[in-house]
């Protein structure tokens, strides 16, 4: 098994940054790959990035390329989403996911999830 609890969400003016993290605990972290997903208010959970075991594959949505970044510390047992120039389209609640094997953008093929952190961006 393989809890997972997010932080860092929060209220943000358009163009401005979060970090948001997610502790893993209960199993080997560096055997996980590490997802974030979004789901804003009455639309579908949906992809947003991901980062294999060591870092060597990383995927993003278009809508989020070349402004969030994703990254681990294993050493730290965490995954960590840096979101700049946020928009309010970004506004959702954001789940970290974890899953054995390699990343995909699938969130069926998740095993674990987190409880989410809530993320708004006004205008």
């Known amino acids: 098994q393989v809890q997972l609890v997010e932080s860092g969400g929060g209220p943000v003016q358009a163009g401005g940054s979060l970090r948001l993290s997610c502790a893993a605990s209960g199993r080997t972290f560096n055997t996980l790959s590490m997802g974030w997903f979004r789901q804003a208010l009455g639309k ?69 999830w987190g409880q989410g952190t809530q993320v708004t961006v006004s205008s």
């Open 44 to 112: 579908e959970r949906e992809f947003v990035a991901a980062i294999t075991w060591n870092g060597g594959t990383l995927l993003y949505a278009d809508s989020v390329k070349g402004r969030f970044t994703i990254s681990r510390d294993n050493a730290k047992n965490t995954v960590y989403l840096q979101m700049n120039s946020l928009k309010p389209e970004d506004t959702a609640v954001y789940y970290c996911a974890a899953r054995s094997g390699g990343v995909y953008v699938t969130r069926g093929v998740y095993n674990y």
